[in-house]
């Protein structure tokens, strides 16, 4: 897993989109991230502190390639619009599910 800064994310991202067209999909994951990079205490230990600001951790993965960022509390709204319109611009090649038709109580 490769840590991205938040520009170079979501250029590679942009490309990741791309070469999803031909085959393949992309998975986005976004998740709550403290900043702590070991595992907690065992039981009777003495806890790590707890932080002061809680980060954003936001994967993507295509086939076997995954890249990461992490996205500061101060940062989202900068974050949250130049992705929201690289998600409008890539979603377009999206398959419409068809509905399947169930017969109601009321005919029976």
């Known amino acids: 897993m490769v840590l991205l800064d938040q520009d170079q994310?979501?250029?590679?991202l942009t490309r990741m989109f791309q070469r999803s067209r031909a085959k393949g999909s992309v998975t986005l994951v976004m998740k709550r991230y403290d900043g702590r990079n070991r595992p907690e205490?065992?039981?009777?230990?003495?806890?790590?502190?707890?932080?002061?600001?809680?980060f954003c951790l936001i994967r993507a993965t295509l086939r076997n390639k995954t890249i990461s960022t992490v996205v500061a509390p101060k940062d989202v709204n900068k974050f949250q619009l130049a992705?929201?319109?690289?998600?409008?611009?890539?979603?377009?090649?999206l398959k419409k599910t068809k509905k399947v038709k169930s017969k109601s109580k009321a005919t029976q």
Do not use: A, V
């Open 9 to 12: 994310f979501l250029s590679e």
């Open 41 to 54: 205490p065992r039981e009777g230990k003495k806890p790590l502190p707890e932080p002061e600001h809680h």
């Open 83 to 93: 992705y929201s319109s690289l998600l409008k611009g890539n979603l377009d090649g």
